[in-house]
């Protein structure tokens, strides 16, 4: 079966360092891959997006990679503030489906 | 603005009694879902719609209906709401791409209790 998988441990690192979530997926072959962030009791919000055929993405200190004979996809923050501080969840556009699966989201501590 | 309204933003209510989570956006996309939000389960699709008057199930659909009679608006009705379906419950809606659809614009978010 589909999988998407996210390290479900909250992930605690010092202001100004770099954070790297981890989103690894199964049986599927992804058009495209999201990152968002969610705030507690708040919407997703979409943070970026990166295609088949791209191997990596920035926008501004974020930086998403996408390796698809790993199938895994990397999102790095750098210097990281108190402020990043959220859930950070993937989700994917799989070839031949019409949804947008996601997965349980990693939680980001960032400490001053 | 761009947005992606949900109403109500809480509701308590009682096992049986139907009830509908409305959701409008004023985008023009003609991608829109619903969601539900459960600890530990993450966000599960429920239905969604890829235009006015086409609706598809997704992973958890028992108990709940759909439709999509205007572009900007995609209803959630539970008929006979049960306390499992209690949670916190998400619309989202997106431009349809190539084959694809892009960026979801996500609601604020519905809270249901069903007692």
């Known amino acids: 079966s589909q999988k998407i998988e996210q390290n479900s441990e909250a992930l605690n690192i010092q202001e100004g360092k770099t954070a790297t979530l981890t989103c690894n997926y199964t049986?599927?072959?992804?058009?495209?891959l999201q990152w968002y962030r969610q705030d507690p009791g708040r919407g997703p919000v979409f943070l970026l997006l990166i295609r088949e055929n791209e191997k990596e993405k920035r926008k501004e200190r974020l930086k998403v990679t996408f390796d698809t004979t790993l199938k895994q996809s990397l999102f790095h923050i750098t210097a990281s503030q108190p402020a990043d501080s959220a859930t950070y969840l993937c989700?994917?556009?799989?070839?031949?489906?019409?949804?947008?699966?996601f997965g349980k989201g990693t939680m980001l501590l960032v400490s001053p | 603005e761009a947005q992606v309204t949900q109403n109500p933003r809480y509701l308590i209510t009682v096992t049986g009694k139907k009830l509908t989570v409305t959701c409008s956006q004023n985008m023009n996309h003609e991608y829109m879902s619903w969601y539900r939000q459960d600890p530990g389960l993450g966000l599960r699709q429920i239905y969604y719609?890829?235009?006015?008057?086409?609706?598809d199930k997704g992973d958890v659909p028992e108990g709940y209906k759909v439709s999509r009679k205007e572009k900007r608006n995609f209803p959630l009705i539970l008929e006979s709401p049960s306390p499992n379906q209690t949670s916190l419950y998400f619309c989202?809606?997106?431009?349809?791409?190539?084959?694809?659809?892009?960026?979801?614009?996500f609601g604020q978010g519905t809270r249901l209790t069903v007692v």
């Open positions: 989700a994917l556009w799989a070839q031949g489906y019409s949804t947008l699966t």
């Open positions: 719609s890829m235009n006015v008057e086409v609706t």
């Open positions: 989202a809606s997106s431009r349809r791409g190539t084959g694809a659809a892009t960026e979801a614009f």
């Open positions: 049986n599927y072959s992804p058009a495209y």
